[in-house]
């Protein structure tokens, strides 16, 4: 996933906290001032991110939207949170 996402130009930051949790990328959104959170999951529970989402609670980070990518086959929001398959992750 990081080859794809690097090979569209973007860097990448991955985020660490011990209070908060991991996220596996931060990207750069430069139109809103702040970062683009993007979690990857595998298996069937993709909608379990606790990390991501204590992660966008914090205001100062400013975060409008986040990213998980999974082996599910649709495309549906949830509030902030763009669910998306893993292959359509040329389309970031």
């Known amino acids: 996933m990081a080859q794809d996402l ?10 660490d906290n011990k209070k908060i949790g991991e996220v596996d990328f931060l990207i750069d959104d430069s139109d809103n001032l702040t970062v683009l959170p993007i979690e990857v999951k595998s298996g069937k529970d993709y909608k379990n991110h606790k990390a991501l989402d204590r992660f966008m609670k914090i205001e100062e980070y400013n975060v409008m939207k986040s990213v998980v990518l999974s082996n599910d086959g649709n495309v549906h929001a949830d509030n902030k949170i763009l669910y998306i398959p893993i292959y359509y992750v040329m389309f970031l």
């Open 6 to 15: 690097k090979s569209h130009l973007y860097n990448l930051y991955y985020y």
